[in-house]
């Protein structure tokens, strides 16, 4: 018994079956490989629309039962190439070992949402868990472009809402913490640290820079790679120079930092950062903070809000507008540009008088 006009079961099939008016007005019947009622629902109505629009349907396409595995497999070769694929790789890998062996057709929203509560219970940021969704949306909708993932899977992950992120933390050390956090840092991580303070470049962008980018001629770092995909040119300070002369340059290494062991630039330092905040009690801080210290220290030397963002490679200067309230003394100086109690003309008449005298 039909449940839908134009959707029925035939006898001896667990698939839905549609029928509806070909564009030559004959009707036409055929299997939607489905026992899903929504997705022969949907395909109905694809059909019926690809008329509408003087369009020839083709003949339904049976998509084979795909695990989360099998299509986050072909995802990571995908994304080898991108320039965060270090860090999408960990995100693959945490949706795998927790979807990995699930049909994609059964993946659903309580599922998702479930997923999303059990990183907030382990303590992890919305932020990150944000990260995750977006690699799995992302991920789905390319498993549909190559007809692993059905439209009614991917419609049912585009209905995962993000979670509301708390972007106003603006966490930054002291002159004097600085100093510290340097004092306990082995011999690589201090030279890294140190060109994190002085040019608020992020972590992948430090730990990625080749020779090639540096100019000590002229005083000057070139990042062709960059986050919003501009090109930047960061000054280098007396400090930071110091430090870069007084790293050893292999010829056959191009990168400024790397492994001595390997040869290879690393990967990460968020174990040997996490041992030096710990010997210098600095709590609650991490990487990413470096790069806060380095703004909000120039913002607070009276460093106007445009240049720091320049400095920082920002798009738009609301970024940036985080760090406005450290700036020495600004509500002030903005109050005294005004005079609108008529000083101005006795100031006027004061500097005119000692002028003719």
């Keep these: 018994m039909a449940k839908h006009k134009g959707i029925y079961k035939q006898s001896g099939s667990d698939y839905y079956w549609i029928r509806y008016a070909g564009p ?10 489905t026992t899903n009622f929504k997705e022969a629902q949907s ?15 083709e003949p339904i396409k049976k998509i084979p039962h795909y695990t989360f595995s099998q299509l986050s497999g072909e995802y990571s070769k995908c994304c080898e190439k991108q320039r965060s694929f270090s860090s999408k790789f960990y995100f693959i890998k945490q949706l795998t070992d927790t979807f990995g062996n699930i049909p994609l057709s059964r993946i659903s929203v309580m599922m998702i949402e479930q997923f999303q509560s059990e990183q907030l219970n382990k303590g992890k940021k919305p932020a990150t868990a944000n990260r995750l969704l977006a690699t799995l949306k992302h991920c789905i909708h390319k498993g549909y ?32 913490e600085c100093r510290t956090l340097l004092d306990n840092c082995n011999a690589h991580l201090r030279a890294i640290v140190t060109f994190a303070l002085n040019t608020g470049c992020r972590r992948g962008e430090i730990l990625s820079l080749r020779w090639e980018s540096v100019d000590l001629k002229h005083g000057f770092i070139r990042l062709d790679k960059t986050k919003n995909g501009e090109r930047r040119d960061i000054p280098i300070s007396d400090s ?21 062991t390997t040869g290879k630039p ?23 903070d470096l790069r806060h210290t380095f703004a909000s220290h120039l913002v607070m030397a009276g460093v106007d809000i445009t240049t720091v963002s320049k400095l920082l490679g920002h798009k738009s200067l609301t970024m940036t507008l985080r760090y406005s309230h450290l700036a020495p003394n600004h509500l002030q100086n903005a109050v005294n540009m005004l005079n609108i109690t008529g000083e101005e003309k006795r100031t006027a008449y004061l500097l005119h008088s000692a002028v003719g005298n």
């Design 266 to 288: 690393y990967k990460d330092v968020k174990r040997s950062f996490s041992t030096a905040c710990r010997k210098a009690g600095i709590t609650d801080f991490h990487f990413h």
């Design 43 to 57: 395909k109905l109505e694809d059909q019926r629309r690809k008329i509408r629009e003087g369009k020839d349907p």
């Design 145 to 176: 472009q190559w007809e692993m993932v059905t439209e009614e899977t991917l419609k049912r992950v585009r209905q995962v809402k993000f979670l509301p992120e708390n972007n106003k933390r603006l966490r930054y050390l002291s002159k004097d």
């Design 240 to 260: 930071l120079r110091a430090v870069l002369q007084g790293i050893t340059r292999r010829l056959d290494i191009p990168y400024v930092f790397f492994e001595s």
């Design 24 to 33: 030559d007005g004959k009707i036409v019947r055929e299997s939607t490989k």
